[in-house]
Nanobody, 119 residues
Framework: QVQLVESGGGLVQAGGSLRLSCAAS????????MNWFRQAPGKEREFVAG????????NYADSVKGRFTISRDKGKNTVFLQMNSLKPEDTAVYYC????????????WGQGTQVTVSS
């Protein structure tokens, strides 16, 4: 059974940092792109960052460039999202998602982790 399990969310003051983790299990993800999305109350889910499991640097939404960094630890089968200089508008449920490199469709989603940034 394939699972993506997020952790690391919480409450933080504006300007603070959090690191989210996404532990992947149940299959080999070498042909996948791992992504973070977020959804704020009353808003649509939006792309935050993505990285190929096999290599390369990440790509980011304009709203988080320079503040967030996506990375992966192949040995631990885990993807991270380091979030610095957090703003109240970063408040959302953050989801980990995986899609094959050759496909625009997401095969797997995690259950989400809440991030709340207070002003």
């Amino acid at each position: 059974q394939v699972q993506l399990v997020e952790s690391g969310g919480g409450l933080v003051q504006a300007g603070g940092s959090l690191r989210l983790s996404c532990a992947a299990s149940g299959r080999t993800f070498s042909s996948y792109v791992m992504n973070w999305f977020r959804q704020a109350p009353g808003k649509e889910r939006e792309f935050v960052a993505g990285i190929s499991w096999s290599g390369g640097s990440g790509n980011y939404a304009d709203s988080v460039k320079g503040r967030f960094t996506i990375s992966r630890d192949k040995g631990k089968n885990t993807v991270f999202l380091q979030m610095n200089s957090l703003k109240p508008e970063d408040t959302a449920v953050y989801y980990c998602a995986a899609r094959m490199i050759s496909s625009p469709l997401y095969d797997y989603w995690g259950q989400g982790t809440q991030v709340t940034v207070s002003s």
